[in-house]
């Protein structure tokens, strides 16, 4: 009669509740649970990835519509330029530079009494150059002083003009007029304003026709410009001692803002 621990080949030896004993058999390997369970794990890990990619996929760029707006405003200009100078010829450079210095002396002083200051006159070229005939032979020399001048008072260029060329004779030259308004942010704020509802109303209809609506702003870019409208360059003729009141009409100024802005669409 066996012991209740007593061990056979297959593994020990176990009694029942009937007092009989019998062989407990050991687990053995069952390779298609193994292959199931390494099925289920690749499962999972498969639907993580794929929920991965979901969340991504919803955190993707959204779709965007590009729209250009424009607007201008005009506004008045307070600020008038203008180049004047003087030329002056002689056979000798010295003499026609010294010549030409003090003409442009008087010009400067009658500018000065006429409400030009010191700050608003700019020398913006100074020139001496040979004349010389058809055989290259030098006949004698030109020289030309040329001032910019700008001033805020509009009303007194037209005097100021005048009395600048009647003190420097027939060799003074003129050589343009523009006008611009010296600040101009709160115009460039309005017409920008302007552009950018003009865009919003752009894109939202182009929106609404193919069934959707705007969720925000990615991306603006804007540019500004600017255009007078001013007379044409004043210009002397004839005698000095004919030369009446210059009148000078300042016009208005456009100022043009454009604006390039992409906006974000509703899924």
Aim: proline share 3%; charged share 15%.
């Amino acid at each position: 009669m066996s012991n209740h621990g007593d061990t056979t080949e297959n593994g020990p030896r176990v009694q029942d509740e009937t007092g009989s004993t019998h062989d407990k058999k050991r687990p053995t390997f069952n390779a298609m649970n193994w292959l199931l369970g390494l099925v289920a794990v690749l499962v999972l890990i498969a639907v993580g990835f794929a929920g991965a990619a979901l969340k991504h996929s919803s955190n993707a760029a959204p779709e965007t519509i590009s729209v250009t707006g424009t607007a201008t405003v005009k506004g008045t200009p307070d600020t008038v330029s203008f180049e004047i100078g003087m030329e002056t010829v002689n056979a000798n450079a010295a003499t026609a530079l010294s010549m030409n210095n003090a003409r442009v002396g008087a010009l400067e002083s009658a500018l000065e009494e006429n409400g030009v200051t010191k700050k608003e006159m700019q020398t913006s070229g100074l020139n001496i150059s040979a004349n010389t005939n058809n055989v290259g032979t030098v006949t004698g020399f030109t020289v030309d002083d040329d001032l910019t001048v700008t001033m805020h008072d509009i009303k007194k260029a037209g005097s100021a003009i005048e009395a600048a060329a009647k003190a420097g004779g027939n060799g003074v030259e003129l050589n343009g007029i523009t006008f611009s308004i010296s600040n101009d942010s709160k115009l460039l704020a309005q017409a920008r304003a302007n552009a950018m509802r003009n865009a919003h109303t752009e894109a939202s209809n182009i929106a609404s026709a193919g069934g959707t609506s705007l969720t925000g702003i990615v991306k603006v870019t804007d540019q500004e410009n600017q255009s007078s409208n001013y007379p044409s360059p004043v210009a002397f003729s004839g005698a000095v001692a004919a030369l009446k009141s210059v009148p000078l009409q300042s016009g208005s100024e456009s100022l043009s803002v454009q604006v390039s802005v992409v906006y974000s669409l509703a899924n």
